[in-house]
């Protein structure tokens, strides 16, 4: 089974700074994804970021990047130059043959 | 990009009826689909795992009988939520895994209120 941790319930952070929201997650598979995907208050959920486990180079989409450690069995994001447009929940969910998420933490980014 | 559609966003019903909420694939074919329930400021719990022609996977303490997944093309799925409760009121999500690629596309949800 897959577990995943997000140990911050909220945070929250200046327009244009940068933040980091930290995920740990467990499994016994050696073949897997991690994504983190955000939901806005439409509950929409939209994909931010994906990694798969055997690549080492960190993922990266514009000003989002992620913080992959395999062996620590850590995937943090990291938000550069947040926006207003960013205030939402963030899941971080692992996947093998399904999709497992994390409790979530709510994101608020302050004028 | 790939378009998971839900249906209906949103119903209400009367304690004791029944329920069905869709999910279509509308571009792609999805051999597999995944149902998740969300309460309120909560995470997706994932309450089955269906793939098409077979019978859906159940997490443990999800009643099969009480929520009933059909998955009878590769691009449909329903989740009927038989003799609803006031705690059945929730919202559904549903996600579908694309056949070619393997990457999971989620739909709009479903906000159930049961009076």
């Known amino acids: 089974a897959q577990t995943v941790t997000q140990s911050q319930p909220e945070m929250s952070v200046q327009e244009a700074e940068t933040v980091t929201l930290s995920c740990t997650y467990d499994?016994?598979?050696?073949?897997?994804?991690l994504f983190w995907y955000k939901q806005p208050p439409s509950r929409q959920m939209i994909l931010v970021i994906r990694?798969?486990?055997?690549?080492?180079q960190n993922a990266t989409e514009n000003r989002f990047s992620v913080n992959f450690q395999k062996a620590a069995k850590s995937f943090s994001l990291k938000i550069s130059d947040s926006q207003l447009g960013d205030t939402a929940m963030y899941f971080c969910?692992?996947?093998?043959?399904?999709?497992?998420f994390g409790a979530g933490t709510r994101l608020t980014v302050k004028p | 990009g790939a378009v998971v559609s839900q249906h209906p966003s949103r119903v209400i019903c009367k304690s004791g009826t029944s329920v069905k909420i869709e999910c279509r694939s509308l571009?792609?074919?999805?051999?597999?689909m995944f149902w998740y329930r969300q309460f309120p400021k909560k995470s997706l719990m994932l309450m089955a795992t269906?793939?098409?022609?077979?019978?859906?996977?159940?997490e443990q303490g999800v009643e099969k009988d009480k929520f009933l997944i059909n998955h009878a093309s590769l691009t449909l799925s329903t989740l009927t939520v038989t003799s609803a409760h006031p705690e059945d009121s929730s919202f559904y999500i549903c996600?579908?895994?694309?056949?070619?690629?393997?990457?999971?596309?989620f739909g709009e949800g479903s906000r159930l209120t049961v009076l």
């Open positions: 996600s579908a895994r694309h056949r070619g690629t393997g990457e999971l596309f």
């Open positions: 499994t016994s598979e050696s073949n897997y994804y």
């Open positions: 571009d792609f074919q999805a051999t597999t």
């Open positions: 969910a692992v996947n093998n043959n399904d999709m497992r």
């Open positions: 269906s793939n098409e022609g077979s019978k859906a996977t159940y």
């Open positions: 990694q798969e486990a055997y690549k080492q």
